[in-house]
């Protein structure tokens, strides 16, 4: 309840399967953890690594007062508690702040619940901006307000399906990719030969951001952007 995000292990770069199950058997039968070094004790599994992971993602986050200190404490021997007068002490225990949070748990989550990833790229956006003479971005919100027209839009690139539409030996591709910006999500479609124009592009395997250009269209009812171009900032 209360309109939270709640992510899961699976979602975590670099963590064991294996170890990512013990942590929940753990807490299923002995409650939950009482500080990062009751998690280590409990599930001594778990790499350096990993726990770095863990708490720079923000899954630790109620395992200490803050991310600086958490990974503080695991400079520590196993077994060790963190001297509660740490702050006299010049040890880091000022938290982060939002943008380097976001930043980490994009990296580690491929997203962050906290903010779009886009707006950490609004000086390199405007520079492409200018550079390609873009007047104006159409939000993903009022794509479909624009039907029939040619528009510009920049996106995180979320997911994509690559299709075969000729079974020949030489085979078409095209791909459908669905981005999104702090305003919602938006599909595009690059039929064979857009596909084969930008195909460097999408080689890349970026996440983005995108600038793309195109004509939006409705097809069965569904509205997409036929792109013809495809940026990466």
Not at 113 to 119: E, F, N, Q
Not at 165 to 184: I, L, N, Y
Not at 209 to 227: I, K, S, T, W
Request: proline share 6%; glycine share 10%.
């Amino acid at each position: 309840g209360g309109g939270g995000i709640r992510v899961g292990f699976m979602q975590v770069r670099l963590l064991n399967n294996n170890h990512a199950q013990l942590i929940l058997d753990s807490r299923s039968r002995n409650g939950p953890f009482a500080g990062l070094e009751n998690l280590r004790s409990r599930v001594p599994a778990l790499s350096r690594p990993e726990l770095e992971n863990l708490i720079r993602c923000g899954a630790l986050d109620g395992l200490g007062s803050n991310r600086a200190e958490l990974l503080w404490s695991l400079s520590l021997p196993r077994g060790t508690d963190p001297d509660p007068r740490i702050g006299t002490q010049g040890h880091p225990t000022d938290d982060w702040p939002l943008d380097l949070k976001a930043r980490a748990e994009i990296e580690l989550l491929g997203f962050s619940p906290r903010a779009h990833p886009l707006v950490f790229y609004r000086d390199r956006i405007l520079e492409a901006q200018r550079r390609l003479g873009i007047h104006a971005f159409v939000p993903a919100c009022r794509v479909a307000e624009h039907a029939g027209r040619l528009v510009w839009c920049v996106g995180w690139w979320v997911t994509a399906k690559r299709v075969e539409t000729r079974p020949s030996p030489e085979g078409q591709s095209m791909m459908f990719v669905t981005f999104s910006d702090k305003t919602g999500r938006f599909d595009a479609v690059l039929f064979p030969e857009a596909y084969r124009r930008m195909r460097q592009v999408l080689i890349l395997r970026s996440r983005g951001p995108f600038l793309v250009h195109g004509r939006v269209e409705y097809d069965l009812g569904v509205c997409q952007l036929n792109a013809s171009r495809l940026e990466l900032v």
